[in-house]
């Protein structure tokens, strides 16, 4: 199956560090994404990363992948009130949506 | 430039009416997607376009016809919808045919059937 399962809330306060996490149980494909929505948006991708690494950092994101697991993290450091939004990891090339987790941040 | 726009923002329409809804991309991008969303839920895949051909439709009802006319542009045509299709319709493209690298996505047409 190409099922991705993600937890659906996280709440967290403004400065702290945020960790989403995502499941999935299909790993042919080489590319991981996540995706950002805010409200009445459509989808921002935020970054991505190949299926043969296990990290990627880009300034306050870092991805962490475990292909033994089967599992995709997505941390954002310092977060930030402008961060709260709904975020979607996706796999594939026909891109797999998870459940998506609505992240809030307060003040 | 990583820009797909989408025209109209907002769409209320009758079970009669017909309407369509347009995107653009000027990224030379090669394939195009049409999905529908809704509320708090992942976008669900309708139809893909890779090299301006038709390659996937996900069972989608007839009352909806995608139409490529050109690399850059992708229609989507509603006709006699049902209030159950209202949602957030999402087009994203990516860049060499359907199910190479990343996808980027316009902001939506919000449709209201009434």
């Known amino acids: 199956g190409e099922d991705v399962e993600q937890s659906l809330f996280l709440s967290v306060r403004e400065g702290d560090s945020s960790v989403i996490n995502c499941t999935y149980t299909?790993?042919?494909?080489?590319?991981l994404y996540w995706y950002k929505q805010e409200p009445g948006a459509g989808l921002q991708l935020l970054t991505y990363?190949?299926?043969?690494?296990d990290m990627k950092q880009d300034q306050r994101l870092t991805v962490l992948l475990n292909k033994k697991d089967k599992h995709l993290s997505l941390r954002i450091a310092d977060t930030q009130t402008g961060d709260s939004a709904i975020y979607f990891c996706?796999?594939?090339?026909?891109?797999?949506f998870g459940q998506g987790t609505e992240l809030s941040v307060k003040p | 430039d990583t820009e797909v726009t989408q025209t109209p923002k907002h769409l209320v329409m009758g079970m009669t009416n017909k309407k369509s809804l347009k995107c653009e991309q000027h990224?030379?991008?090669?394939?195009m997607y049409w999905y529908k969303q809704k509320a708090k839920k992942p976008p669900e895949l309708m139809f893909v376009?890779?090299?301006?051909?038709?390659?996937i439709n996900e069972s989608v009802p007839s009352r909806f016809s995608p139409e490529c006319p050109n690399s850059s542009l992708l229609n989507l045509h509603l006709h006699a919808l049902q209030p159950e299709d209202s949602a957030l319709y999402l087009c994203?493209?990516?860049?060499?045919?359907?199910?190479?690298?990343?996808?980027?996505f316009g902001p939506g047409t919000r449709l209201t059937v009434t």
């Open positions: 996706a796999w594939g090339g026909k891109l797999i």
């Open positions: 299909d790993s042919s494909s080489t590319y």
């Open positions: 990363i190949f299926s043969n690494m």
């Open positions: 990224m030379g991008h090669r394939a």
């Open positions: 376009y890779s090299y301006e051909k038709l390659s």
């Open positions: 994203a493209s990516s860049q060499a045919g359907q199910g190479k690298g990343e996808q980027y």
